[in-house]
């Protein structure tokens, strides 16, 4: 299994409040990722990073920022937590080579905003 | 953006049974990967694929890159009741170094004992 853990893996928070979730790896991958999983939504990239301090955003970012100062940690924090943004939160990691982009995913945070 | 198109939503099976599922998309993918979920737990890789045509096996798992490279398919012979979660697929368009994937929004199966 890769070497990726979460935390925390529950969290209870309420309306408007700040919320950091944290993804760290032990496999040295330059990749990391963060998405949001939803029923009938599937796995939605919130934000990504290529490298430290390399970020970009995917298809849902609004209300998301993210950091990653070390190659083993990437944050996602939200600055002011809405309902909306209840889900399960999965960190994942890649290596590319070439044509490749397996991606390996944590064990996943779930987020209830109240 | 690119969509994968993923089938059936849902599978009710007996224990012994054969499996398939496929994706299928408007796009051409370079690289294909099958996942699967259990509750509780992040998406664990089953295979991946990266040729049109290929033909690759994991177990009781067989997955297939389509010729059109628009679709693939995930096969599992003789069910068992440790196979139920829910199945994606994931898909890597082309385009430089785009390294973003594309996933369908899944297969749950259940196997009945």
């Known amino acids: 299994d890769a070497g990726i853990t979460q935390s925390p893996r529950h969290k209870v928070t309420e309306t408007g409040t700040p919320v950091t979730l944290r993804c760290h790896q032990t496999e040295n991958h330059r990749y990391m990722y963060w998405y949001r999983q939803d029923p009938g939504h599937g796995l939605r990239l919130i934000h990504y990073s290529y490298g430290v301090k390399d970020t970009d955003k995917g298809e849902v970012s609004d209300g998301y920022s993210v950091s990653r100062s070390k190659t083993e940690d990437f944050l996602l924090t939200l600055e002011s937590a809405t309902s909306s943004q209840t889900s399960v939160y999965f960190c994942?990691?890649?290596?590319?080579?070439?044509?490749?982009?397996?991606?390996?995913f944590g064990p996943g945070t779930r987020l209830t905003v109240t | 953006g690119q969509q994968l198109n993923q089938s059936p939503q849902s599978m009710f099976i007996q224990e012994g049974e054969d499996v398939s599922m496929n994706c299928t998309s408007s796009s051409i993918f370079n690289t294909w990967l099958w996942y699967k979920q259990d509750p509780g737990e992040g998406p664990v890789l089953l295979i991946a694929?990266?040729?049109?045509?290929e033909l690759t096996s994991n177990g009781r798992l067989t997955a297939q890159f389509g010729i059109t490279r628009k679709d693939s398919f995930l096969n599992i012979s003789a069910s068992i009741p440790s196979d139920v979660g829910i199945y994606f697929c994931?898909?890597?368009?082309?385009?430089?170094?785009?390294?973003?994937?594309?996933f369908g929004k899944g297969t749950l199966l259940t196997v009945n004992p």
């Open positions: 694929l990266y040729k049109a045509g």
């Open positions: 994931a898909g890597r368009g082309s385009g430089g170094s785009n390294y973003k994937l594309t």
């Open positions: 994942a990691i890649s290596e590319p080579q070439g044509t490749g982009n397996e991606q390996y």
